[in-house]
């Protein structure tokens, strides 16, 4: 079966991490997010899978390379201009209109989900639907589409990113849509166009059957840093299904291979550690901190809810909690630092 993944966008309210890599590539415990949907696309039978591309879309396009690797094979889509969700799925029209004619799947490429895509996809056909919205309740709708159901699930109203008194729901979109074949119909070629602002609108309009989806399922768009730490400690919590990179070695501690823990190091819970990693005498390794590969921790350094990045070196005596330190980053010697970003490397001092 076909899936897309939306892996266009620039990443903006991920920024500073996403200066230089794509928010698909950013890792959630040391494997980047598009993985996890490949993966989670994978083990639903969604093995024929485009990807479109524009922000430092050949980043993308050089880790995944065809998709063997992962069991699947992948396409490209590589975009000059942003065309809207809705308009680059209407660009690769030719690729899932070739073959059966089966409903396709499309799926946001910063979401972290645990959604069971092949019940989302019965429910569709079984209603006969032209499009069916993966739904969640949110806390604040504000950031998403709302939608209301009738008793049957038919959407009988959609409203993208309400604000004040127009909020009517919290039931919201989560970006997993199922489409039949006949959606490229309502979706204009060659223009910018959105599945919220303008498809979904339409469909209504025309009383097109629109249903949707709603499940208690994990789901987070990690598309801002409190949301990102969150989703990692949700990951650790095993509060969503993921595969991990590296063995659980005991209750809640992940560690990846040629890993060394000197005997002095106090390693909690949970903690991931990946592969060639190096923890110095007296670290203090506390809960909610995935470390990422090749990276090193020296003499009495201590990290709390921290995220290290590939290749990362913390300091001897530096002090992290609730911090993220990007790839190939030095935090100096002797330095502590609370609820910080640090994606910019640093020349190793002597102090």
């Given at each position: 079966m076909?899936a897309?993944?939306l892996?266009?966008?620039v990443?903006?309210r991920l920024?500073?991490?996403?200066r230089n890599i794509?928010?698909?590539?950013?890792p959630?415990?040391n494997?980047p997010v598009?993985e996890?949907?490949i993966?989670?696309?994978?083990r639903h039978n969604f093995?024929?899978?485009?990807?479109n591309?524009y922000?430092?879309?050949?980043v993308?396009e050089?880790?995944l390379?065809?998709?063997?690797k992962f069991?699947?094979?992948?396409?490209y889509s590589?975009?000059d201009t942003l065309?809207g969700?809705a308009?680059s799925v209407?660009?690769?029209?030719?690729f899932f209109?070739?073959?059966?004619?089966?409903?396709f799947?499309?799926v946001?490429?910063?979401?972290?989900?645990?959604?069971?895509?092949s019940k989302?996809?019965k429910s569709?056909?079984?209603k006969k639907?032209?499009?069916?919205i993966?739904?969640s309740?949110v806390?604040?709708?504000?950031?998403?589409?709302?939608?209301?159901?009738?008793?049957?699930?038919?959407?009988?109203r959609?409203?993208?990113?309400p604000k004040?008194?127009?909020?009517f729901?919290?039931t919201?979109?989560?970006g997993?849509?199922?489409f039949?074949q006949?959606?490229?119909?309502?979706?204009p070629?060659?223009t910018?166009y959105g599945?919220g602002?303008?498809?979904?609108p339409?469909l209504?309009?025309q009383?097109?059957?629109i249903?949707g989806?709603?499940?208690?399922?994990y789901?987070?768009?990690v598309?801002?840093?409190?949301?990102?730490?969150?989703?990692?400690v949700?990951?650790l919590?095993e509060?969503?299904?993921?595969h991990?990179p590296m063995?659980?070695q005991?209750k809640y501690?992940?560690?990846?291979?040629?890993?060394e823990i000197?005997p002095t190091?106090?390693?909690?819970?949970?903690v991931?550690?990946?592969?060639n990693?190096?923890?110095e005498?007296?670290?203090?390794?506390q809960e909610?901190?995935v470390i990422?590969?090749?990276?090193?921790v020296?003499?009495?350094a201590?990290?709390k809810?921290?995220i290290?990045?590939d290749?990362a070196v913390?300091m001897r005596g530096?002090?992290?909690e609730?911090?993220?330190?990007g790839?190939?980053?030095h935090?100096?010697?002797?330095?502590?630092?609370?609820?910080?970003?640090i994606?910019?490397?640093?020349?190793?001092a002597d102090k």
């Amino acid at each position: 079966m076909k899936a897309m993944i939306l892996a266009a966008g620039v990443g903006s309210r991920l920024d500073p991490l996403t200066r230089n890599i794509p928010k698909p590539m950013v890792p959630i415990v040391n494997r980047p997010v598009i993985e996890h949907i490949i993966d989670q696309l994978r083990r639903h039978n969604f093995d024929e899978i485009m990807i479109n591309l524009y922000y430092l879309g050949d980043v993308i396009e050089a880790h995944l390379g065809n998709g063997s690797k992962f069991g699947v094979k992948l396409h490209y889509s590589r975009e000059d201009t942003l065309w809207g969700d809705a308009g680059s799925v209407k660009r690769c029209e030719k690729f899932f209109t070739e073959g059966n004619g089966d409903p396709f799947l499309v799926v946001g490429g910063d979401d972290i989900s645990d959604k069971d895509f092949s019940k989302i996809l019965k429910s569709h056909v079984e209603k006969k639907a032209v499009a069916t919205i993966g739904l969640s309740l949110v806390d604040d709708p504000s950031e998403y589409g709302i939608v209301l159901m009738n008793e049957n699930g038919r959407i009988t109203r959609f409203l993208e990113k309400p604000k004040g008194e127009v909020i009517f729901s919290n039931t919201a979109n989560t970006g997993v849509y199922v489409f039949d074949q006949s959606i490229f119909d309502f979706i204009p070629k060659g223009t910018f166009y959105g599945f919220g602002h303008n498809l979904f609108p339409r469909l209504l309009e025309q009383k097109k059957p629109i249903f949707g989806h709603l499940t208690s399922s994990y789901w987070r768009d990690v598309g801002n840093l409190k949301v990102y730490r969150q989703t990692h400690v949700d990951a650790l919590a095993e509060r969503v299904t993921l595969h991990f990179p590296m063995k659980e070695q005991r209750k809640y501690v992940w560690m990846g291979e040629d890993v060394e823990i000197d005997p002095t190091a106090d390693i909690g819970y949970p903690v991931a550690i990946g592969n060639n990693v190096k923890i110095e005498a007296g670290v203090s390794i506390q809960e909610n901190t995935v470390i990422g590969n090749n990276c090193v921790v020296e003499i009495g350094a201590s990290l709390k809810e921290t995220i290290l990045w590939d290749g990362a070196v913390v300091m001897r005596g530096t002090q992290l909690e609730r911090c993220v330190v990007g790839n190939d980053c030095h935090v100096k010697s002797n330095a502590a630092v609370f609820d910080g970003v640090i994606v910019d490397p640093v020349r190793r001092a002597d102090k």
